[in-house]
């Protein structure tokens, strides 16, 4: 098939009819490694590596287990279940059980995209994520299956290897069956690699079949914000993350010539995914945007697909009588299937009121339904929202018997009971500043025994801040170019750019979205490369500076130092993982092919990669980190973070922990605790920055690249905790590598730790990979 | 709400849970006890008011008449650092969770492993989970929470108290340890 024949509001798609054809002549002459479609138990002993650094620190979120019926039994300690599971072991088999969740979500994603995209393009359609520009089309699936794929039909046999090992680990968690925590945590690692691979899957499917940006660097920006939508026009809203029926409403007001008298708006990922396909589509924020938007009465139509949506929303969505289509098996919310009638009959059924919502399973009759029904219900509904206004916020605010129930119940420990004493005499200012930090979850609500709607209150206290809500978001561009990775290869593995730090994941932050913004500019003021995707990457559009510009406007949208890249939806994230592989391939030339344990010893020890879940809150971000664990790429959480049950630490105190082989020489040698850790959790943004800092060291720098990330690390630990870190000397292995403009404290320091200079390695946790070896291997 | 009822509502504990500290002489006689004991203070003392005062001024009072070391997590050491008092150590609360649940580790002074570890501001679910860790990891330590919300995870810990109740509290610690 022609691409022309693909209409996209992107206008921009020449050079892709050319690639097409080429790719399919490619052969792939790579040899292929040892480790193809590894097994549960293939990489063991690379994880055990990993472990041995990084030991788990488990922090029990529950000291019971209630998974059997001999349960529930008491963990606490060093007591044992009736099974005989310890503390640890249980502790690691639940994150097993949250990261199988959050992979069979993307694998259960892929499958489907990967059927649709079948169906309807057919399976000889070829992949294509960037023409010449990206000739590695599938680092991950390159690497971890040792295929290649071409087509979509390719994609089915990744696939199938991806559910028969999903299956696999899931058996592992049954009652009797693993015993040891630290086979749990490799498991895990397991996981998130598979869990990896289907974000790669979903994401190359659906750039290939719908024309998304194909690597491009300057996507369109895109308008975000509840304050950007036309509230005159019928809106319509999608949620979730599997995009097919919300590309079916846009052929649909294309086909119609509905495109400008219908709003389009959408939260989550769905959103990013369907503003990858037409700029003209609205983001309206992360998905604690969703009580926000709706109860703003400004949706007419609400369609769902997949993933994070709330589970009240049809609830919710009758409360402002917007007709709810759901269109996914995984999430029917108990609405009758329609899938069969005529559009026109559903049509009348929902804008009479006669039915809350109904459930269509085929895409191709979602566009109609929707586009239909917002058109008829848009002048009915009038936007009835139900913010309380001004006025009714002080009679209600009056109610509250300042009982603190809601504030017991908030995860944020927001001071609701204050702001509502403050709001019951006439003072508003409380409440509204609670919108900047409030996560949309109405526990507040659930808990008051007044029934005030808080949530609502906090909401219309916060009126004009919401019609303020007008940002910027750079369209996600998917891959980065092999041309980018070829220049930025050398920079990034010699140190001299600093690192690649990743802002992913979900919104449940500790202190607002602001606080994502605010380290994407600080990172990329300072020359790191910054990737955003998913939430996080529409929460750091949702800030201006003191310009009124957004992060995606300050800076450009490469992959260089500088560059702020949104590559895209959650599943997008594959790209940044892969980015950090195909540095191994096309930069350093080291064959990817079933050649797992090498490229992650690689990434490990020279890509200053760190990955930033600042709001991590589901099973998919918890696999999102797995998958990064077993790459030796570390992740930093927020302090909610801690409630996946356990941190993995390098101790910086333990200096036998940090040898390393020098593959020159097979000597083992004393680097530093470059990363110190692979997932831990900050306190504070402030924190935060500083590990991030940190956390991109690599045994590998040069001297000239470890000052550069000396010096980010001192003077970020100056600035946010006042005095210089008391580990530098741990990260100076030679005088070079003291920055210029801090050496009199510095080499003051050494002087007092008495530290002696060290060599710098050619480093590497493998002995295979010694080129004269010395040692036993 | 109940004396020892998490302040959290749906973070209950588990089947062992805190013993309260029902009045001063309490905490000062765990603190008596303890050989090494150790204070773990996060960034909300430095945003806690209580009355005229802050969590952290209270923090330095103890600290200072007891010859407690301080470890100042996330960029709670500014605020230290600002009042003129220097932390023993910075460091990230899983960090010292983890090096505290090590009964091999020889402490900041590497003078040996600490017996009683003592919070106070640090957001209400992380103190959770890290008191877990310890509850659940590290037998040999006792550890106390000096905030004024119940934490089911400690050894000891206030019941869920107003500001009032609690300043008074910290006063008579802190006077009666100066002693
Ligand atoms: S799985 Fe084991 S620990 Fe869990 S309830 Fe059953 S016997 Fe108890
Ligand atoms: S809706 Fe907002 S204020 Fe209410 S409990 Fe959730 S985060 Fe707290
Ligand atoms: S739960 Fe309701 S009544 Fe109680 S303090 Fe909060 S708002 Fe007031």
Redesign the interface.
């Known amino acids: 098939m022609k691409i022309g024949e693909l209409k996209t509001d992107f206008g921009n798609i020449k050079d892709l009819q050319l690639s097409i054809g080429q790719a399919k002549e490619e052969k792939w002459e790579e040899p292929m490694g040892p480790t193809p479609f590894p097994s549960l138990t293939t990489l063991r002993e690379w994880d055990k590596k990993l472990l041995e650094r990084y030991k788990p620190?488990?922090?029990?979120?529950?000291?019971?287990c209630c998974l059997c019926t001999q349960g529930k039994c008491?963990l606490?300690?060093?007591k044992r279940g009736a099974c005989g599971i310890s503390?640890?072991a249980q502790q690691s088999r639940t994150v097993l059980i949250t990261v199988c969740i959050g992979a069979a979500t993307h694998i259960g994603h892929a499958r489907e995209l990967v059927t649709s995209i079948s169906e309807k393009f057919g399976k000889d359609h070829p992949l294509d994520v960037g023409g010449h520009n990206v000739e590695v089309e599938a680092p991950l699936i390159r690497l971890v299956c040792g295929i290649k794929p071409e087509t979509i039909g390719d994609l089915d046999e990744v696939l199938d290897y991806l559910e028969n090992q999903l299956t696999q680990l899931l058996a592992v968690t049954h009652t009797g069956q693993e015993g040891s925590s630290v086979d749990f945590e490799s498991k895990v690692f397991h996981a998130g690699m598979i869990d990896q691979v289907a974000m790669e899957v979903a994401d190359i499917a659906q750039i290939s079949a719908f024309g998304f940006p194909k690597a491009e660097e300057e996507t369109p920006l895109i308008e975000l914000g509840m304050g950007a939508v036309d509230t005159s026009k019928p809106v319509i809203l999608v949620v979730g993350h599997n995009v097919p029926p919300a590309v079916n409403i846009v052929d649909y007001l294309q086909k119609t010539k509905l495109t400008e008298e219908v709003e389009l708006t959408g939260i989550c990922c769905t959103s990013l995914d369907i503003s990858r396909y037409t700029p003209k589509a609205k983001i309206i924020g992360p998905i604690s945007w969703q009580l926000r938007y709706v109860r703003s009465g400004v949706p007419d139509v609400i369609v769902v697909d997949e993933q994070c949506v709330r589970a009240d929303l049809l609830i919710e969505a009758q409360r402002i009588h917007a007709p709810l289509i759901a269109t996914n098996q995984k999430n029917c919310l108990g609405l009758e299937d329609r899938t069969n009638d005529r559009p026109d009959d559903i049509v009348a059924d929902m804008v009479s009121e006669k039915v809350p919502g109904v459930l269509i399973l085929e895409t191709n009759q979602v566009g109609e339904v929707a586009t239909k029904t917002a058109i008829q219900v848009a002048p009915k509904r009038k936007k009835m929202g139900f913010f309380p206004k001004k006025e009714e916020l002080k009679e209600i605010a009056r109610k509250c018997n300042q009982c603190?129930?809601c504030r017991?119940?908030c995860?944020n420990?927001a001071a609701i009971p204050e702001a509502m004493k403050a709001a019951g005499k006439g003072n508003f200012a409380l409440l509204e500043e609670m919108y900047d930090e409030c996560v949309g979850c109405a526990r507040c609500e659930q808990?008051c025994p007044q029934k005030i709607p808080i949530h609502s209150m906090i909401l219309g206290a916060a009126q004009e801040k919401v019609k303020e809500e007008k940002y910027k978001i750079r369209a996600g561009r998917g891959a980065i170019q092999d041309i980018e990775i070829r220049q930025v290869g050398g920079p990034i593995v010699l140190g001299e750019i600093p690192g690649v730090v990743a802002f992913v994941g979900c919104p449940n932050f500790?202190k607002g979205g602001k606080e994502v913004a605010e380290m994407v500019i600080e990172f990329a003021k300072r020359r790191y490369i910054v990737c955003t995707s998913g939430c996080a990457a529409i929460a750091a559009g949702m800030y201006k500076n003191d310009e009124g510009k957004t992060a995606y406007e300050l800076f450009p949208g490469s992959f260089e130092a500088g560059g702020v890249v949104n590559v895209g939806s959650c599943v997008s994230n594959a790209h940044i993982a892969g980015a950090a592989v195909k540095i191994a391939s096309i930069f350093a030339r080291r064959n990817l092919r079933g050649n797992y344990e090498e490229i992650a010893d690689y990434v490990y020890n020279r890509v200053g990669a760190v990955g930033v879940a600042w709001g991590a809150m589901t099973q998919k971000a918890a696999a999102i980190a797995s998958g990064f664990w077993r790459l030796g790429i570390p992740v930093v959480v927020g302090?909610?973070g801690?409630?996946y049950?356990r941190?993995l630490?390098g101790?910086r105190?333990k200096e036998e922990l940090w040898y390393t082989y020098d593959a020159r020489t097979g000597d083992k040698v004393y680097t530093s605790p470059a990363p110190e850790h692979l997932f831990?959790?900050?306190?504070?943004k402030?924190?935060a920055m500083v590990?991030i800092a940190k956390l991109c060291m690599r045994p590998n720098d040069t001297s000239k690249g470890r000052a550069i990330k000396l010096t980010n690390y001192v003077d970020l630990h100056k600035r946010?905790?006042?005095?210089i870190?008391?580990d530098v000397h741990l990260y100076v292995r030679t005088m070079a590598d003291v920055p210029i403009t801090m050496k009199d404290e510095i080499v003051k320091m050494l002087n007092e730790k008495q530290w002696k200079e060290r060599t710098i390695p050619d480093p590497t946790l493998l002995p295979r990979m010694i080129r004269k070896a010395k040692v036993k291997v | 709400?109940a004396n020892n009822e998490a302040?959290?509502?749906?973070e209950v504990?588990?089947?062992?849970r805190a013993s309260l500290i029902t009045k001063p002489e309490v905490a000062e006689a765990m603190i008596r006890r303890a050989r090494r004991p150790i204070l773990v203070i996060?960034?909300l003392a430095a945003e806690i008011e209580m009355e005229d005062k802050k969590l952290i001024d209270y923090v330095i009072d103890l600290a200072t008449n007891t010859g407690i070391p301080v470890v100042?997590?996330?960029?709670t050491?500014?605020a230290?650092?600002?009042r003129r008092f220097t932390p023993a150590?910075?460091m990230?609360?899983?960090?010292i969770?983890?090096?505290l649940?090590?009964p091999t580790?020889k402490g900041i002074d590497g003078n040996g492993p600490y017996d009683l570890a003592m919070f106070a501001g640090?957001?209400?679910?992380?103190a959770w989970?890290?008191l877990?860790?310890l509850?659940?990891?590290a037998?040999h330590l006792k550890t106390m929470t000096l905030d004024n919300v119940y934490h089911p995870n400690a050894n000891w810990s206030f019941p869920n108290i107003s500001i009032k109740d609690w300043i008074i509290n910290l006063q008579a610690i802190i006077r009666d340890l100066g002693e």
């Open positions: 620190f488990y922090m029990p979120f529950c000291d019971m008491d606490t300690g060093p503390m640890p603190k129930e017991r119940s995860p420990d808990a500790p302090p909610h801690t409630k049950r941190m630490l101790r105190d831990v959790a900050a306190e504070t402030e924190e590990m946010n905790f006042g005095s870190p008391d | 709400m302040w959290m509502t749906a504990g588990g089947p062992k996060g960034h100042a997590t996330a960029h050491g500014n230290f650092l600002g150590s910075i990230s609360a899983v960090d969770g983890n090096r649940a090590d580790w640090l957001p209400y679910s992380l989970t890290l877990s860790g509850k659940n990891f037998p």
